[in-house]
């Protein structure tokens, strides 16, 4: 398909089992919109049958298409920025396999509700929002991420982790091509170079529904987080995020 309005991008590692009906929801809300869309599938190392049920997807629906991150380089980073560089999309929408966020409020995000942002960033923390089913000591360790962002790296958002953001083409091009990190600190590293591009992000507030299956941990990742926003600051710094020519 060449030239979507819309790219739906997820990222998959080991959702062998939330696949199907992921993708059937997103299927029911795309046979409802008067655009073209596309969705892009990349399977990063998994150890379950995530790829072969993306395959099965694929052979089902046409606007479905299935990629794999390179063998032995796992990480949700390298795996969006894959699907992002491919898509063809004129908006292209990055979007967990587990559907924390519904999928019919993806409408939200578009023009022309959303008319003049470069970037439209779910939130589970501004202004609005809700999240329904999220034990307490989940929500402080969000808080604690946040804290941490606002204090290293930006001050402007109250929740640059949720898995849903939505990109205009021109603008997913520049920031992809330069992402550098495959980690935690991926989302904080395109919001950065965003933020010293000039371009417009709105934090939209969602209604985002508690999954059980989370892997974050409190400690170990805000650790990391902390080691990939000092490795952030210091690529800004050397000039690694320099537009591609």
Same mark, same amino acid.
């Given at each position: 398909?060449?030239?979507?309005? @819309?790219?739906i991008?997820?990222?998959a590692?080991?959702?062998a &089992?939330r696949l199907p009906?992921?993708?059937?929801q997103?299927?029911?809300?795309?046979?409802q919109?008067?655009f073209?869309?596309?969705?892009?599938?990349?399977?990063?190392?998994? &150890?379950? /049958?995530?790829?072969?049920v993306?395959?099965?997807?694929?052979?089902e629906?046409?606007?479905?298409?299935?990629?794999?991150s390179p #063998? $032995?380089?796992r $990480?949700?980073g390298?795996a969006? #920025?894959?699907?992002?560089l491919?898509?063809n999309?004129?908006?292209?929408?990055?979007?967990?396999?587990d559907l924390s966020?519904?999928?019919?409020? @993806?409408a939200?995000?578009l023009p022309?509700?959303?008319h003049?942002?470069?970037?439209?960033?779910?939130?589970?923390?501004?202004? $609005?929002a809700?999240?329904?089913?999220?034990?307490?000591?989940r929500?402080i360790?969000? /808080?604690?991420a946040?804290?941490?962002?606002k204090l290293?790296?930006? #001050?402007d958002?109250?929740?640059t982790?949720?898995g849903? #953001?939505l990109f &205009?083409?021109?603008?997913?091009?520049?920031l992809?091509?330069?992402?550098?990190?495959?980690?935690?600190?991926?989302?904080?590293? @395109?919001?950065?170079?965003?933020k010293?591009r000039?371009?417009?992000v709105?934090e939209l507030?969602?209604? !985002?529904?508690y999954?059980?299956y989370?892997t974050?941990? @409190? !400690?170990d990742?805000?650790?990391q987080?902390?080691r990939?926003i !000092?490795?952030?600051?210091?690529?800004?710094?050397?000039?690694?995020?320099e537009?591609e020519?």
């Amino acid at each position: 398909m060449s030239n979507p309005f @819309l790219s739906i991008v997820i990222p998959a590692h080991n959702e062998a &089992s939330r696949l199907p009906p992921s993708l059937a929801q997103i299927n029911g809300f795309l046979d409802q919109q008067d655009f073209s869309a596309e969705v892009i599938i990349v399977e990063n190392g998994s &150890s379950d /049958r995530t790829y072969e049920v993306a395959q099965e997807a694929a052979r089902e629906s046409d606007r479905i298409r299935v990629l794999q991150s390179p #063998k $032995g380089i796992r $990480g949700k980073g390298l795996a969006v #920025k894959q699907g992002m560089l491919a898509a063809n999309g004129d908006w292209r929408f990055m979007c967990d396999a587990d559907l924390s966020m519904r999928i019919e409020d @993806l409408a939200g995000f578009l023009p022309p509700q959303t008319h003049g942002y470069d970037i439209v960033i779910a939130s589970r923390e501004a202004p $609005g929002a809700e999240s329904v089913g999220e034990p307490e000591y989940r929500h402080i360790m969000g /808080r604690v991420a946040t804290f941490i962002i606002k204090l290293a790296a930006i #001050k402007d958002y109250e929740d640059t982790q949720c898995g849903f #953001k939505l990109f &205009s083409a021109n603008v997913a091009e520049d920031l992809f091509r330069v992402q550098r990190m495959n980690g935690i600190g991926f989302d904080v590293e @395109l919001l950065y170079i965003a933020k010293r591009r000039g371009y417009r992000v709105k934090e939209l507030p969602i209604t !985002w529904y508690y999954d059980p299956y989370s892997t974050m941990r @409190l !400690w170990d990742d805000s650790v990391q987080l902390l080691r990939e926003i !000092w490795e952030i600051r210091r690529n800004w710094r050397q000039g690694l995020y320099e537009r591609e020519q």
